[in-house]
């Protein structure tokens, strides 16, 4: 007997629980699928605004290539500007300008070269 209700508890419990998850799987399903619909919302509105040559948030704007007239040797700098390479009398690398005026030397057009380490 003892068999024939453990079996018949088990049932009990096992519809309980079939009829909670079922509820419980209908309403993560649909919360699944709304956060889905709103990241490929965001996702195909940035791919449109990338598209129409729009910035992105928080992006800083493309600097306008323009005439130099100050340049300061850092480990930020990525190419020698051609007025330094003619006050330098040919220095065209950054680390050979570095090596010879030292980090943060500053360029400037119309003024002397500033003083060698």
């Given at each position: 007997?003892?068999?024939?209700?453990?079996?018949?508890?088990?049932?009990?419990?096992r519809?309980?629980?079939?009829?909670?998850?079922?509820?419980?799987?209908?309403?993560?399903?649909?919360?699944?699928?709304?956060?889905?619909?709103?990241?490929?919302?965001?996702?195909?509105?940035?791919?449109?605004?990338?598209?129409?040559g729009?910035?992105?948030?928080?992006?800083?704007?493309?600097?306008?290539?323009g005439d130099i007239?100050?340049w300061?040797?850092?480990?930020?700098?990525?190419?020698?500007?051609?007025?330094?390479?003619?006050?330098?009398?040919?220095?065209?690398t950054?680390?050979?300008?570095?090596?010879?005026?030292?980090?943060?030397?500053?360029?400037?057009?119309?003024?002397?070269?500033?003083?060698?380490?």
């Amino acid at each position: 007997m003892a068999r024939t209700a453990a079996a018949s508890i088990d049932d009990v419990i096992r519809n309980a629980m079939e009829k909670v998850m079922k509820r419980v799987s209908a309403q993560i399903a649909r919360a699944m699928a709304d956060v889905a619909s709103r990241q490929i919302d965001e996702e195909i509105g940035r791919a449109l605004a990338r598209g129409r040559g729009r910035a992105k948030p928080g992006a800083r704007p493309a600097r306008r290539a323009g005439d130099i007239n100050r340049w300061v040797a850092d480990r930020r700098a990525r190419r020698v500007p051609k007025f330094v390479i003619e006050l330098t009398n040919g220095l065209d690398t950054k680390k050979k300008i570095v090596a010879r005026y030292g980090e943060g030397a500053v360029f400037e057009k119309g003024k002397p070269l500033p003083k060698a380490k």
